[in-house]
Each structure stands twice: as structure tokens, then as C-alpha cells.
């Protein structure tokens, strides 16, 4: 996901400008602004309150819209239980909606651009939505007085009720009116961590009633417009294809096929519905140019991998002469590591619904980073940044999938409503649907990397030196994020979680290098340390066993320099009862790693069943993410990092052939699925430190935790992904 | 051509292809959003709904199939075991993104109308074809669990 927090070298504050006309087009004036524009409080009811954040109803709901995608994360839901606790509205009268695209109410403060990702939702939304909450409060305090004559010191509000000792008494709802003609304070109090209502104890998901009843609209997939068409788009199997020629006769004879159009990335299948859009995309007989597309194996393109990190590459940390340092070692232990590609599956395919009637666009879907979004379908439409709007839809998953930097959905879309509207149509909504295959072909990976990892021993077992080397696509060069995120020309998502590493080894230097390829690449649940948390863990259990201490003690010993991670990692130690024995066939393994300002221990349990394969009983985890806002939710958010890391790690990978995609669907890439999950317990470590992300930090730590636990068990490390290339799923 | 049959408790023709599948004659033809499209391929079972009871996948059901079936769907699922079901699901907070959770409840609460008092085992059993990417297997277990205390209590 997106990155933008985690700045290991050297600070990069965001530069919005550069981001903007990186994203095509440009916003202009961005302000994160306090105020509602006028307009839209014109709008608004006479009876309502309406801020950016918070709505107030007559009817006593209370609506916050969360300027994040929520796609499961639980972010709607966060947000809301901070302006829900400032505010002491009920748990009851809290309505969740989700913010549509507007850079100058909801922008993520810490990318100057409305986007989600990198796990920063509650980070940078802590302060503001207390505030928000906060002034919505004052201002029903200030209206309150005046329409009592009483002092608003003596006015308290709880559970949503508003009332003074005299016995007079409202409801938030009742008060809304008033309360939006008084001004909104600039700094309103707030509540001390004492006073809290809802933080750090329980806010039950607001989402969860209509998410078992299968609500109609939720998400983008089910979301309908009168006179809606659906299409589907036949892209280029082979990455970076383009089309040379196409027949489309017999897909056009299918019933309900309204048309069909060649846009830039492929041929659009236009029908009434989805079936028929699906059923004439089989009859299109495309010729493919792939003159510029991918045809090499993922086997060669590994070979590539490994061959580059074998030389030097471009300096992400340099601490000295490594390599003399690795001479004068008693022992060097040299490791070679590779990933393969990830889809990331998310449960609801990819889909969007746009609308065009030439001076106008609309949009309807789970966009993750709406600025850019917004800027790409005004350019390509021609029309005006103001003339787009996009409505942002719950999202069935994202794991990453939806922030793309090159807006591809929406391009897509916008190319295919002007070929319509060129072609002469009336104008319709369409809605573009991508099945299972068009997503989990489509690319956008988790890049496929390999590392070669030298550590150093000096005859007392101490680590002298560390020298990393790491090669793999970048998935920030060449995007809108280039110019922000690598003025040094370095990416840091690559190396992030071990050239920031804190074990303090005497010497440590890392150098990456790029691989060069169609095949596109992007964040996938906790980004590069999908693949640094295993190297840096199994690496150090290695030290371990090689030097005959015991895993968690090591670790401790190079960790002095980091409490909150020396903390969590002797919580789950101490939780999951590490100097325990263990019942006969049992075999544990640890992992401690930080990232996007968490810090997460696992200590895992696993068994090796009489086929000689492994499963994974339990799981103890500990977790310092300073504030916890919803602790239930960061409890479910570990629960669902541990499975989706575990479901890669056990047997995912997406190989290409001759340049094709083999996996295609679940049924060749498979899933994590119950009988594979382990019971998890997850410690939360009490914290009055700001708040950071929780949506990512639970993934990393399961692959080498369980690996750890494999060595312990069988004396053989793995370093080839999934664990399906060792035969131990 | 068209067929015939009971979808929650009511009569519905269909005027679709024979050969198309029910998901999409619920989805597009008879509004239905609540069954959900996740593979094509009956291999991850978000488009779960019953048939006579049993839990299918609706993707890789034919409409031609179904003269005279009586097919129920998340919108109509309804009886002790599916309400205990929802309850259960709604006092855990299991879903996350809550796509597969449509498929998730019609396979727990197909379960729970078979066998009231599932073991663990029977839960793996019956509940790994449906796949949950955001992982929410533990609480779904859970809530299976207490969904059969609530049957009981």
C-alpha cells in the first residue's frame, strides 16, 4: 500500500505539487480546509448540521464520513468512534458514509492528496476527527445555551442527550439547526484520555448488519444506475500487449451485447448485463502485438533476480567496508532468498461504474486514492477537474489492489465512455465488471524478488557485519509517486523493515537493483516487508542456531536499543510461554517486526502432520500500536494479517509462462481457507503514544514465525516461496 | 426460454438463457445483489445459496437446471438456525470487508440445519470451500459456535 510515512535515510515530506502534476492535471489551491464551502451548506437542510466530517440529522443520526476507503480495514468505523466519543454521541445514532473525492476537505495529511494506504488511516486522522467531533460538540453546547439561557459550562452532553441541571434536555438531533449557525471553533477542547468514552474500549462495528444481510448497494459490484449497461474488457494476456487486429462478429450475435469497442488497452465488450458480457467477450478473436509485451518465464525472470543481486547496486545504507568487515569474520554465513509474484485476491474483483454526458462525469467505486483518480478521468474526458465526481463505494478488499498510482480502472472507464459517446450513443451508465481471471491476470503484483544476505561472525559468535543485497521490480519508479518518494533515486518500499532495521549489528550495507519489465508491480499488505520481515527473522534464527543461543534471548540482546520492540517480543514470548515445554510433535517459532510505526511479536505453534506436512495450530501475537482506538478491531485486523500472510507463504505465487499467467483463479492459486486457520490470541500493549497503523502491521512477522518453527522442527530452512516448492503444504 | 421457480417462498420465471448461471439471473435479472461473484468457478463459494436446503454455488448452477427448484438466497434466509447465525455474526464482528459473508452465513447456517452441535471438524469441513481473503475464519468458527448455543439455549 501506499508508503509515504516510513522515511528510513533521510526525511521526504510530501510535495503535493509534484504529486499532483505527476497524477495529470492539476487541483490548485489545495487547502485542507476546517469549513464546509458555503454551497454545500446552502444545501443543507435548515434543520441539519453539516460539517466535512460530521452531519447531524433532525432525525438524531449522526453521520461520519470517513475521507478513507474502507475495504475491511475497519477505518469508517475508527473514525467514527473518535467523533463519536468527543462529540458523546450514542453508539446507536452513529451512521457510517464514506467521503466522495474532494483534495481540499479529505486529504490525508500525511500524503497531501485524498488517498488510503500504508496503514496511516488513524495516524493521520487521530487529531482531526477528535476535532471534529470536538467543535460539533461546542457548537451544540453554544446553541444549547443560548435556546436555554444558561451558562455553556454547565451544559453536558452523554450518550447523545444534551442536558443542564435545570432539567431542560435535547437530543443532538433536536439541536442540529441551531447548532450550524454557530461558529465552528478553531481549537475546541479535548477530552483527556480519562474522559473517553469509546476509545481504547468498544465501538462495535456500524458496518457489520448490512454485511450479513447482503444489503443491496454496498459495493461497487452490486451499485445500479437507471439504464446501467455492463461491460467487460479483454486485455492483453501477455503484459504490455497491445492490440493488432480483432473480429468481433460472433460476439456480436450473442443476445444482449449492445456493442463493441476498441479502447486503448484492449476491446470492451458492451451488453444489458453482465452474462452476455462475459460470454461474447470468449467469441472475440483478437490478434495481440507483442512486440513490447513480457514473454520470458517467471524462471528466467528469477535467474535475472539473482544474477543482479551478485553485483553491486544502487547504496540504500552504507555503513562502511562491508566487505573487508566480512574478511576479517571468523564465519560468513551467506543466504540467497527469493519471492515469487502475489495477487491479492481481494474478494470482490475489480469493477467500476462511470457515467458521461460530455460535459459532466460521474463515478461509483472503491477508489483508494481519489485525487489521482479524479485528475486522470478529467484529463482523459477533457473536461474539468470540478465537472468529475467521484462517489466513493464500501470495497469488498483492497490488500493494496485499488491504491494504483496510474488510476488503470478508471482510465480504462473513461476511455470506453468517450469511445461510446464518440461512436454516437445515447448516453448510459456502464459498469465495468473484471472476473476472477481478468483480475488475478491482470498484474499488479507483489513484486517477485531475490535477496543474497552475508552476515559476519566474529569466534565469540557476534555478529560483525551484515551485507544485504536485494533485486526487484520497483513498483514506485516510473509512477506519479517517483519524483516524492525517490528524489535519490532510491525506493525504500523495497528495503523498508531491514535498512531500517534496529538489531544492532556493528556494520550493515544494502544495495537494490531494479528489474526491468511490463509486468506491473504494486503495494500488496505490508509491501516490502512481505519479503525484508522474513529475511531479517529467518536470518537471525539462523544466528541462532549457529551460535547455539536460544531465538528470543538473541533477539533481546540486539534490541537493546529498542524498547517497544523488546517489549512486545517478551509479551508474546511470555504470553505464548516460550520456556515451556511443548507437547510431544509441536514446534514453535518466533518473529518480531515493525512496521508503518507498529510493532508486532508472533510466536507460533505448529505441527507436522504423518504426510510430512505442516500446520499451524496457534498463533500468540503482541501488539504496541500506541493508542489502541478500537481495540476489538486491531484484535480482528491481526487475526486477518496472520491469515492472509499465512495463505502466501503456505502456497501462493503467480508464474508466467512464455509470459502467460498459470494461476488464474482460486482454484490454482489457493486461498488460506478455515481448516487452515490456527487459534490466534492477540495481546495489546496499553499505550498513550499516537496512534499508528494496524491495518498491515499483523502480516509480516506469520511467514518467518512459522519458517522459524519448521527449522526447529526439521532442521531446514527455507528460502524459496511458497512453502509448497519444499513440499511441506 | 424460461423456467419456472420458488426463490425465498416465491414463484419467479426467468427468461434467460438455459445455460447461464443462477448468479447472474439473481444478480442482473431479479436484482438479488446479496449473492455475490467471487470465481466462476465454484472454488470459492461467495455465490452460495440453497437448494432445497442444501447450499450450492450459484455460479456454476445453470438456470435450464432448475425447473420447479426452490432456491433460497441471503435476502430470504431466514428460520432458527440463520437467525442464530446472524446474530452471532453480527455480536462478534466478524466480517471485515464482508464480500464472502453472504456465501459465509448460507453455508454456516445450511450447517447448523444439518448437524445443531458442529465440532471443529465439521466446521473445517463444511466451511472450507467458502474462502474469506480478510481471514475471518477464527470469528466465523466462534460464531458458529455460539449460533449453536443460541440454537440450544
Known amino acids: 500500500m501506499l508508503h509515504l510515512l516510513h522515511k528510513p535515510l533521510e526525511a521526504q515530506k510530501p510535495s503535493r505539487r509534484t504529486f499532483l502534476k505527476m497524477s495529470a492535471g492539476a487541483v490548485g489551491g489545495l487547502i485542507i480546509a476546517a469549513k464546509m464551502p458555503n454551497a454545500a451548506k446552502a444545501a443543507a437542510g435548515a434543520d441539519e448540521f453539516?460539517?466535512?466530517?460530521?452531519?447531524?440529522?433532525?432525525?438524531?443520526?449522526?453521520?461520519?464520513?470517513?475521507?478513507?476507503?474502507?475495504?475491511?480495514?475497519?477505518?469508517?468505523?475508527?473514525?467514527?468512534?473518535l467523533v463519536a466519543d468527543e462529540l458523546d454521541a450514542s453508539h446507536e445514532q452513529i451512521v457510517l458514509a464514506l467521503a466522495p473525492s474532494n483534495p481540499q476537505l479529505y486529504a490525508n495529511s500525511l500524503f497531501g492528496v485524498q488517498g488510503t494506504g500504508g496503514s496511516t488511516a488513524i495516524p493521520n486522522a487521530f487529531m482531526q476527527y477528535r476535532q471534529a467531533g470536538a467543535a460539533a460538540k461546542a457548537m451544540v453546547v453554544s446553541a444549547a445555551a443560548k435556546e436555554w439561557g444558561v451558562p455553556a459550562g454547565e451544559i453536558t452532553i452523554s450518550d447523545g442527550v444534551v442536558s443542564h441541571a435545570s432539567?431542560?434536555?435535547?437530543?443532538?438531533?433536536?439541536?442540529?439547526?441551531?447548532?450550524?449557525?454557530?461558529?465552528?471553533?478553531?481549537?475546541?477542547?479535548?477530552?483527556?484520555?480519562?474522559?473517553?468514552?469509546?476509545?481504547?474500549?468498544?465501538?462495535?462495528?456500524?458496518?457489520?448488519?448490512?454485511?450479513?444481510?447482503?444489503?443491496?448497494?454496498?459495493?461497487?459490484?452490486?451499485?445500479?444506475?437507471?439504464?446501467?449497461?455492463?461491460?467487460?474488457?479483454?486485455?492483453?494476456?501477455?503484459?504490455?500487449?497491445?492490440?493488432?487486429?480483432?473480429?468481433?462478429?460472433?460476439?456480436?450475435?450473442?443476445?444482449?451485447?449492445?456493442?463493441?469497442?476498441?479502447?486503448?488497452?484492449?476491446?470492451?465488450?458492451?451488453?444489458?448485463?453482465?452474462?452476455?458480457?462475459?460470454?461474447?467477450?470468449?467469441?472475440?478473436?483478437?490478434?495481440?502485438?507483442?512486440?513490447?509485451?513480457?514473454?520470458?518465464?517467471?524462471?528466467?525472470?528469477?535467474?535475472?533476480?539473482?544474477?543482479?543481486?551478485?553485483?553491486?547496486?544502487?547504496?540504500?545504507?552504507?555503513?562502511?567496508?562491508?566487505?573487508?568487515?566480512l574478511d576479517a569474520s571468523a564465519k560468513v554465513m551467506e543466504i540467497d532468498y527469493d519471492f515469487p509474484f502475489l495477487a491479492h485476491g481481494a474478494m470482490e474483483p475489480l469493477d467500476i461504474v462511470g457515467e458521461f454526458d460530455g460535459e459532466t462525469a460521474q463515478f461509483w467505486f472503491g477508489s483508494q486514492i481519489p485525487t489521482i483518480d479524479h485528475n486522470v478521468a478529467s484529463t482523459i474526458l477533457g473536461i474539468p477537474f470540478e465537472k468529475v465526481s467521484i462517489n466513493t463505494l464500501w470495497a469488498g478488499g483492497s490488500f493494496g489492489r485499488r491504491a494504483q498510482g496510474d488510476a488503470h480502472p478508471v482510465s480504462e472507464i473513461s476511455f470506453l465512455l468517450k469511445a461510446?459517446?464518440?461512436?454516437?450513443?445515447?448516453?448510459?451508465?456502464?459498469?465495468?465488471?473484471?472476473?476472477?481471471?481478468?483480475?488475478?491476470?491482470?498484474?499488479?503484483?507483489r513484486p517477485m524478488s531475490a535477496h543474497k544476505i552475508k552476515v559476519g561472525l566474529d569466534g565469540d559468535g557476534n555478529v560483525t557485519a551484515v551485507k544485504y543485497n536485494i533485486a526487484a521490480k520497483s513498483i514506485i519508479k516510473g509512477t506519479a509517486f517517483e519524483p516524492m518518494l525517490m528524489p535519490n533515486g532510491v525506493d525504500h518500499n523495497m528495503t523498508e523493515g531491514a535498512s531500517d532495521t534496529t538489531y544492532s549489528f556493528p556494520m550493515m550495507n544494502m544495495d537494490q537493483a531494479f528489474q526491468e519489465t511490463p509486468v506491473p508491480v504494486l503495494w500488496w499488505r505490508s509491501v516490502g516487508h512481505t519479503h525484508t520481515a522474513?529475511?531479517?527473522?529467518?536470518?537471525?534464527?539462523?544466528?541462532?542456531?549457529?551460535?547455539?543461543?536460544?531465538?528470543?534471548?538473541?533477539?533481546?540482546?540486539?534490541?537493546?536499543?529498542?524498547?517497544?520492540?523488546?517489549?512486545?517480543?517478551?509479551?508474546?514470548?511470555?504470553?505464548?510461554?516460550?520456556?515451556?515445554?511443548?507437547?510431544?510433535?509441536?514446534?514453535?517459532?518466533v518473529a518480531v517486526h515493525k512496521s508503518f510505526g507498529s510493532y508486532v511479536a508472533e510466536v507460533v505453534e505448529i505441527s507436522i502432520r504423518e504426510d510430512d506436512t505442516v500446520k499451524v495450530e496457534k498463533v500468540v501475537a503482541a501488539v504496541d500500536c500506541g493508542v489502541p482506538v478500537n481495540p476489538d478491531n486491531i484484535r480482528a485486523q491481526v487475526e486477518g494479517g496472520i491469515g492472509y500472510g499465512l495463505g502466501a507463504i503456505l502456497r501462493n505465487q503467480v508464474t508466467l509462462s512464455d509470459g502467460y499467467v498459470e494461476e488464474t483463479n482460486f482454484d490454482t492459486y489457493e486461498s488460506l481457507r478455515m481448516s487452515d486457520m490456527p487459534e490466534i490470541e492477540v495481546h495489546i500493549v496499553p499505550s498513550t503514544d499516537s496512534p499508528t497503523g494496524i491495518g498491515e502491521p499483523g502480516t509480516p512477522p506469520i511467514g518467518p514465525a512459522v519458517a522459524n518453527a519448521i527449522a526447529a522442527a526439521k532442521d531446514k530452512w527455507i528460502t524459496s516461496l511458497p512453502f509448497t516448492k519444499a513440499g511441506l503444504v | 426460454m424460461s423456467v419456472t421457480l420458488k426463490i425465498n417462498g416465491e414463484s419467479r420465471t426467468l427468461d434467460a438463457d438455459p445455460d447461464s448461471p443462477l448468479l447472474w439471473a439473481l444478480r442482473d435479472e431479479l436484482g438479488m445483489t446479496g449473492t455475490k461473484f467471487g470465481c466462476g468457478i465454484a472454488a470459492c463459494g461467495a455465490c452460495t445459496v440453497h437448494w432445497?436446503?442444501?447450499?450450492?454455488?450459484?455460479?456454476?448452477?445453470?438456470?435450464?437446471?432448475?425447473?420447479?427448484?426452490?432456491?433460497?438466497?441471503?435476502?430470504?434466509?431466514?428460520?432458527?438456525?440463520?437467525?442464530?447465525?446472524?446474530?452471532?455474526?453480527?455480536?462478534?464482528?466478524?466480517?471485515?470487508?464482508?464480500?464472502?459473508?453472504?456465501?459465509?452465513?448460507?453455508?454456516?447456517?445450511?450447517?447448523?440445519?444439518?448437524?445443531?452441535?458442529?465440532?471443529?471438524?465439521?466446521?473445517?469441513?463444511?466451511?472450507?470451500?467458502?474462502?474469506?481473503?480478510?481471514?475471518?475464519?477464527?470469528?466465523?468458527?466462534?460464531?458458529i459456535h455460539a449460533a449453536a448455543d443460541k440454537m440450544e439455549a
Open chain 1, 167 to 325: 432539567g431542560k434536555s435535547a437530543t443532538l438531533g433536536e439541536l442540529a439547526g441551531l447548532a450550524a449557525n454557530e461558529d465552528v471553533p478553531a481549537e475546541p477542547a479535548l477530552k483527556t484520555p480519562d474522559q473517553w468514552v469509546y476509545i481504547g474500549k468498544s465501538f462495535p462495528r456500524k458496518d457489520v448488519k448490512n454485511k450479513t444481510v447482503g444489503a443491496p448497494n454496498t459495493y461497487t459490484i452490486d451499485f445500479s444506475r437507471e439504464g446501467m449497461l455492463t461491460a467487460t474488457v479483454a486485455r492483453s494476456p501477455r503484459f504490455g500487449g497491445t492490440v493488432k487486429s480483432f473480429n468481433a462478429a460472433e460476439a456480436k450475435k450473442v443476445a444482449g451485447v449492445v456493442d463493441i469497442f476498441q479502447i486503448p488497452n484492449g476491446v470492451a465488450v458492451v451488453a444489458e448485463s453482465t452474462w452476455p458480457a462475459i460470454k461474447a467477450r470468449d467469441l472475440l478473436e483478437i490478434e495481440w502485438d507483442d512486440s513490447a509485451a513480457e514473454t520470458r518465464s517467471t524462471d528466467e525472470m528469477m535467474t535475472e533476480l539473482k544474477d543482479m543481486t551478485t553485483k553491486s547496486g544502487l547504496k540504500v545504507r552504507e555503513d562502511g567496508d562491508v566487505d573487508a568487515a
Open chain 1, 50 to 81: 453539516v460539517q466535512p466530517f460530521v452531519h447531524i440529522r433532525p432525525d438524531n443520526t449522526v453521520v461520519v464520513l470517513s475521507k478513507h476507503l474502507d475495504k475491511g480495514q475497519g477505518t469508517a468505523n475508527g473514525l467514527a468512534t
Open chain 1, 534 to 589: 522474513y529475511v531479517m527473522e529467518t536470518m537471525i534464527d539462523r544466528i541462532a542456531k549457529e551460535t547455539g543461543k536460544d531465538p528470543v534471548a538473541l533477539r533481546l540482546e540486539l534490541l537493546k536499543d529498542d524498547p517497544r520492540k523488546t517489549n512486545v517480543l517478551k509479551l508474546a514470548a511470555e504470553k505464548a510461554g516460550w520456556d515451556t515445554p511443548l507437547p510431544e510433535g509441536r514446534h514453535r517459532g
Open chain 2, 52 to 143: 432445497d436446503g442444501m447450499p450450492i454455488r450459484s455460479c456454476q448452477t445453470m438456470v435450464g437446471d432448475l425447473e420447479g427448484a426452490e432456491i433460497t438466497t441471503i435476502e430470504g434466509v431466514n428460520g432458527k438456525a440463520a437467525k442464530a447465525v446472524q446474530e452471532a455474526w453480527n455480536e462478534l464482528d466478524v466480517p471485515q470487508c464482508g464480500y464472502c459473508q453472504s456465501g459465509q452465513i448460507m453455508a454456516a447456517t445450511a450447517l447448523l440445519a444439518e448437524t445443531s452441535k458442529p465440532t471443529d471438524e465439521d466446521i473445517d469441513i463444511a466451511m472450507d470451500g467458502n474462502v474469506c481473503r480478510c481471514a475471518t475464519y477464527a470469528r466465523i468458527r466462534k460464531a
Open chain 1, 420 to 445: 461510446m459517446r464518440e461512436a454516437g450513443m445515447e448516453p448510459r451508465p456502464v459498469k465495468i465488471v473484471w472476473t476472477r481471471e481478468d483480475d488475478m491476470a491482470g498484474g499488479y503484483y
